[in-house]
């Protein structure tokens, strides 16, 4: 649609694009979720993408994720061998509740600034153990892990002018076990909850998202029991459980006990 707040769209932003930073501007990658709404408050889009920090690369040491690659090329990713996680790259661009247009335009970056609690890149990226790279106005850098950055529906760690950069994933964390349960209202509906497990040496990890308002990690160091598992379910805060038109909170809980037992099931 046409977001007729805006004034200005800056094209080609220096390498240090934060720097000019003021009220009313917005970070433009694929456009996917701008271009659907109105914005009010915006009145100048930065265009990420001629910087072309848009790579896929593999390395020994995992995966480097540009963030302004594309959901279609993370989906069309050829992944070593050895890398048993691979497929969670295809599940979760497939949790998207978005049809290939809106995939060959959306950035892994951009779904994950967006911070919604059924963002596929999110529950990929914090059950792969990933790293964010953020760049600050000034040019600098840090590093945070995954599950930190999101902290509530459509929320995050990003200040002002700040933008992410790059996702790193480890390869060990490619390298395990993994399964993973998803339920929607409707067959090919937005992700009522969406949750992915692996398994190195003997550990389980069990990530949470769409079910809560920001993404939960539940890490335990040995293989779980059934009454370890449901009680660290049950120890999730009432308030994390996120509410809307695809389930209520009581429901979201139940589903995540329910898949978590599953998983353990499928991974023992
Ligand atoms: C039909 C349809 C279905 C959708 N389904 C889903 C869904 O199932 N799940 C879901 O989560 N979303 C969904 N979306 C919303 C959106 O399309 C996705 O979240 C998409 O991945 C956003 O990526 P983008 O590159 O298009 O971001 P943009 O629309 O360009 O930007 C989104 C937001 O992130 C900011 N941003 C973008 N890149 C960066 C960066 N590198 N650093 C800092 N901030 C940045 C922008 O300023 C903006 O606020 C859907 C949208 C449509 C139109």
Known sequence: MDINTITEVVR???????????????????????????????????????????GLTATEAGLEIGAMCTVRRLYEFSAPDDWRAAPLFTTSCEAFLASFKVWNAATVGGNIAMSLPAGPMITMTVALEATYTLQARDGSERSVDAVDFVTGNHENILAPGELLRKIDIPAQALRKRHAHRRFTLTQLGRSTIFMIATQGEGDLLLTI????????????NSFPDVDTLRHSIESIPHDLW???PNGTPEHREHLAGHFAEELRGELA
């Open 209 to 220: 998202t769409a079910g809560t308002t920001r993404p939960i990690r539940l890490a335990f």
């Open 12 to 54: 080609h932003p220096s390498q240090r694009p934060g720097s000019g930073w003021r009220d009313g501007d917005a970070w433009l990658a694929g456009g996917t979720w701008l271009f659907s709404d109105e914005q009010p408050d915006l009145r100048r889009l930065i265009d990420l993408m001629p910087l072309g920090w848009d």
């Open 242 to 244: 996120f509410d809307d």
